[in-house]
């Protein structure tokens, strides 16, 4: 793995990449985007990848760093971390997930798992699991726009609120055919939800 590297510490994106079977291990960024950073307005198609344990020592998005267009289908971040927010991805643009899988992740601040701040569009089943943060959101702190379905968000920690996930500033979260469970956090172990809209369509949180 890389290290040592501002924005991207395995792979700086500032054009169109395509990754297919590709695994991203042990890479360090000074900044943002332990192992990939994807830039504003760039596109970044992923199948079949895995990142593991990677590193944003000061900054953001410990697995990855998205600001432009990220398409992922049988992906899993697992084990990355995040002295700022967002452990497993940093986004505040657009993410259009298949079978994503976010495991063991962790952050200093908010999202231990994911920290969004625009949309995503996760189908087709996947896990968030496992994640821990120092603020809220152990899974996902959104501010955004979210669409889960068939998924699974489980044992995420948060040490403030919002256990699985922390609803914040606006947007709408839905969850389809989701489960909820065992999630932990001082407030709201499933939702913590500040402003904005929920709907649980066919869920269940335990």
């Known amino acids: 793995g890389g290290s040592g590297v501002a924005q991207g510490g395995g792979i700086h994106n500032a054009s169109t990449l395509t990754l297919n079977d590709v695994v991203i291990g042990y890479c360090v960024s000074t900044t943002d985007g332990g192992g990939i950073w994807n830039g504003f307005g760039c596109v970044m198609t992923m199948g079949d990848c895995s990142l593991v344990a990677c590193q944003a020592s000061a900054g953001n998005g410990g697995g990855l760093w998205n600001s432009g267009t990220l398409n992922v289908t049988n992906v899993t971040i697992n084990g990355c971390s995040a002295s700022g927010n967002g452990g497993g991805i940093w986004s505040d643009s657009t993410i259009n997930a298949d079978n994503l899988e976010v495991v063991g992740c962790a952050a200093t601040g908010s999202g231990g798992g994911i920290y969004n701040e625009g949309t995503i569009f996760w189908v087709g089943g996947g896990i968030l699991a496992s994640n821990n943060s120092g603020n809220t959101g152990?899974?996902?702190?959104?501010?955004?726009?979210?669409e889960l379905t068939l998924v699974n968000l489980y044992q995420n920690v948060s040490a403030a609120s919002g256990g699985a996930v922390y609803h914040d500033l606006g947007g709408t979260t839905t969850f389809t055919e989701c489960g909820l469970y065992e999630n932990s956090a001082s407030a709201g172990m499933a939702l913590f939800i500040v402003?904005?809209?929920?709907?649980?369509i066919r869920s269940a949180v335990v």
């Open 138 to 146: 152990g899974g996902m702190h959104t501010a955004g726009t979210v």
């Open 195 to 200: 402003q904005g809209t929920a709907y649980f």
